[in-house]
């Protein structure tokens, strides 16, 4: 499937409407390639970060979304937000079903999502890991095999 085809959309669908304007940014880097993936599957994860990146990152600038095609014939799904970020001693259990960090209180959410998108992402052989700071953003980066 093509991967920025579809990110794009879901991109569109997500943002539409927004009374503020934000969208979220779509960049290529290396040769465009199919994929092969589960297109539900993959739906569920990217719209599940993109949903968290722009819930955890109002009133800051877009996120940026960035396929990178490798040549050791994966793909890197990077997801980078300005917004809250996630405190180091929460980053571990993050994946975790139901946990929470501990800055996100106010903030609605089942604590499932990103236990899910795991699971869903090592279905199709990939990996998913974070980096973050408090108060800097996040980046949730998703590896995946291109076939």
Known sequence: SDLF??????????????KDGRSVQLKVAGAKQLVNMDLGLMEHVISNLLTNSLKYSEGKPDPILTLSYELDQTVKISLIDFGIGIPEEDQKGLFSSFFRAKNVRNIQGSGLGLSI???FVEMHGGSISVRSEMNKGAEFIVTLPIH
């Open 117 to 119: 998108v795991k699971e």
């Open 5 to 18: 085809i579809f990110s794009h959309q879901l991109i569109q669908r997500i943002t539409a409407g927004r």
